[in-house]
């Protein structure tokens, strides 16, 4: 691929084919010396703002979506890169809360791809999909002159291509087994990948953590010198009540108390992710927050497809669960929402605990709709399904073919199994791309304007199973 000019910009699709061609999120080669010398390439545009990190195994969009937003309503232009997207691939990318627009992406990849080519041809690896985007977002991220980055890790921490950063913050979400195979066999071991993003000097915000990854974080913490503060001990979520549109919560902080705050994100974990972020800029901007910053950011925070709640009849709740616990904190979260009949639409990557995820699950569904997504690694429905009775019993136990096909059954089940009540709801959940899928299919308020969809891909094998019975 030649080189091309800033006068020459490609199609999005062009450019998404470019990047897609690349080693997968999937593929790892543990070394920051590629992003490292992309980076001296394009002058390290990641020294000329200050930056949030963000590292756990689940909740990370979640807060730094909460911490842009925090950071918005107290003044501050911020940068904001997370992953995986939900419909496309410039979400990944945000300046001041939205999406970057098609030019900026555009000539964020220009600028990147001919400095990528150099790398390619100096190593003996290239460079990955996840490592462009990751310097095109912090390219993007200084031609937009942002004040503030907002870093969520990819996978890990230490040899995650986010950390060429040096964050001032770092911010510690809960820690459990998730990609084992890359990060270790142990909760502990994850956390020691994890701990690489607490930089010298540092403060370090830690959520609530089991004692083995709470050492491991102490341990860093000191080593380096940066400062430890600790959800539940050196700060605290005083209560939480759930409320229309969210939650009230109430949080001690380093500097300040902030009580009776509307949080437009439902679950006890969206609360404790809330605290973590209000501590984290408190920590960036060195003082408390302005009671009205907070309940503005707060009120109007958005985490699309985490406990995501699309109306209709019945409504759909789309959550990106993926592992055990996420999916012990969605089954925290209906409980709250309270619906009488739960129909569950799950579809997964294959390298998952999928009968972790599916006994979490099984006392609060009724029934499970087993298909696919649209990724090549998903699970096939029938292998999902085939696990499912050994959790579910086989009655509770259907199939379809795809995520749009079972959405349409789970709301059929929904029909006949609560005929009684009129508060039954659909899930969809197993994986991002599962939520992804059900998003282009229902109506959304959040969706980046204007956005490119695409159709799913589609199975390998598209089938319409009839339901049992």
Known sequence: MSALGASELPSLDEVEARLLARWPETRIEPSLDRITRAMSLLGDPQRTYRSVHLTGTNGKTSTARIVEALLAASGERTGRLTSPHLTTIRERIALDGEAIGEREFLAAY?????????????????????????????????????????VEVGMGGRWDATNVIDAEVAVLLP???????????????????????????????????????????????????????????????LDRQPAEGGQLISVRGLHGTYRDVLLALRGRHQAENAACAIVAVEAMLGRSLDDDAVRAGLARVA?????????????????????????????????????????????????????????????????????????????????????????????????????????????????????????????????????????????????????????PRPPDRPVALPLPG
């Open 110 to 150: 220009v600028a990147v791809a001919e400095q990528a080519e150099r790398v390619d041809a100096a190593m003996p690896h290239p460079m990955s999909f996840f490592e462009l985007t990751v310097a095109m977002a912090y390219r993007a991220f200084a031609d937009a002159a942002v004040g503030v980055a907002v």
């Open 175 to 237: 820690v459990d087994l998730d990609h084992t195979d890359y990060l270790g066999p142990t909760t502990a071991a994850i956390a020691r990948e994890k701990a690489g993003i607490i930089k010298p000097g540092a403060v370090a915000v830690s959520a609530r953590q089991s004692e083995d990854v709470a050492k491991v974080f102490r341990d860093r913490a000191r080593s380096v010198g940066a400062r430890l503060v600790v959800l539940g001990e050196d700060v605290a979520l």
């Open 303 to 455: 985490s699309p497809g985490r406990f995501d709640v699309r109306p209709g009849s019945p409504p759909v709740v789309l959550d990106a669960a993926h592992n055990p616990h996420g999916a012990r904190a969605l089954v925290a979260s209906l409980a709250e929402l309270a619906p009488r009949g739960t129909y569950a639409v799950v579809a997964s990557m294959a390298d998952k605990d999928i009968e972790g995820m599916l006994r979490e699950l099984e006392p609060v569904v009724d029934a499970v709709v087993c298909t696919r997504n649209s990724s090549p690694r998903s699970l096939a429905a029938r292998e999902l399904a085939a696990c499912a009775r050994q959790v579910f019993g086989a009655e509770r136990v259907h199939l379809a073919s795809d995520v749009a096909t079972g959405i349409e059954a789970a709301k059929s089940l929904a029909v006949t199994g609560a005929a009684d009540s009129d508060d039954p709801v659909v899930l969809v959940t197993g994986s991002v791309v599962t939520v992804g899928d059900a998003d282009r299919l229902l109506p959304s308020a959040w969706r980046p304007d204007p956005v490119r969809t695409r159709p």
